[in-house]
């Protein structure tokens, strides 16, 4: 699993080897990898995860450069935005158009630009993310590939150039 965002107190990571629907109960084989920029709550997220005894499957690499966060992608399990906030959301259709499936907050903006793609959780519920975060695991190799194969040809919509013609045409409009 990756999740990649900006660090802030977010209450959709904390769950535990104890919370009866984590997906860390299986043991060592499930890695969350939460890659983001150092920021203020970097140390209470560390203090978290000892506490939690979860050091073994939780990574904190930092800041991941852009040319490396492709093969992150297309290794993960799935990629989790667990925003409870969110204005676009691009790090997720980023992952989405590499391969990667999506597990998203039901927050903001997020399930209009995502669609039916994503599998969503309910922002904020640790409990309903850890349970998303397990049938993503648990998916057959055909159902996998269809969300895969989904996200993909959801992502083409999504362009720069395409946009920027969109944004153009509005001002010469107006």
């Given at each position: 699993m990756q999740a990649?965002?900006?660090?802030?107190?977010?209450?959709?990571?904390?769950?535990?080897?104890?919370?009866?629907?984590s997906?860390?109960?299986?043991?060592?084989?499930?890695?969350?990898?939460?890659?983001?920029?150092?920021?203020?709550?970097?140390?209470?997220?560390?203090?978290?995860?000892?506490e939690?005894?979860?050091n073994?499957?939780?990574?904190?690499p930092g800041?991941?450069?852009d040319?490396?966060?492709?093969?992150l992608?297309?290794?993960?399990?799935?990629?989790?935005?667990?925003?409870?906030?969110?204005?676009?959301?691009?790090?997720?259709?980023?992952?989405?158009?590499?391969?990667?499936?999506?597990?998203?907050?039901?927050?903001?903006s997020?399930?209009?630009?995502?669609?039916?793609?994503?599998?969503?959780?309910?922002?904020?519920?640790s409990?309903?993310?850890?349970?998303k975060?397990?049938e993503?695991?648990?998916?057959?190799?055909?159902?996998?590939?269809?969300?895969?194969?989904?996200?993909?040809?959801?992502t083409?919509?999504?362009n720069?150039?395409?946009?920027?013609?969109?944004?153009?045409n509005?001002?010469?409009?107006?």
């Open positions: 990649l965002k900006n660090l802030n107190q977010n209450p959709s990571v904390e769950f535990s080897k104890e919370n009866s629907t997906p860390f109960k299986k043991g060592d084989s499930i890695k969350l990898l939460i890659a983001c920029a150092r920021s203020v709550f970097w140390e209470k997220l560390q203090k978290m995860i000892q939690m005894n979860l073994s499957q939780v990574l904190l800041r991941i450069p040319e490396d966060l492709v093969v992608y297309q290794n993960a399990a799935a990629f989790v935005m667990p925003s409870l906030m969110e204005g676009f959301g691009l790090p997720a259709l980023e992952a989405m158009a590499v391969g990667c499936p999506i597990i998203s907050s039901n927050a903001g997020l399930p209009e630009i995502y669609g039916n793609i994503a599998t969503y959780f309910t922002a904020g519920n409990d309903d993310l850890a349970k975060m397990q993503v695991l648990e998916l057959n190799k055909e159902e996998r590939r269809k969300i895969i194969d989904k996200g993909i040809k959801y083409k919509q999504f720069w150039d395409k946009a920027g013609k969109e944004v153009l509005l001002y010469e409009k107006n």
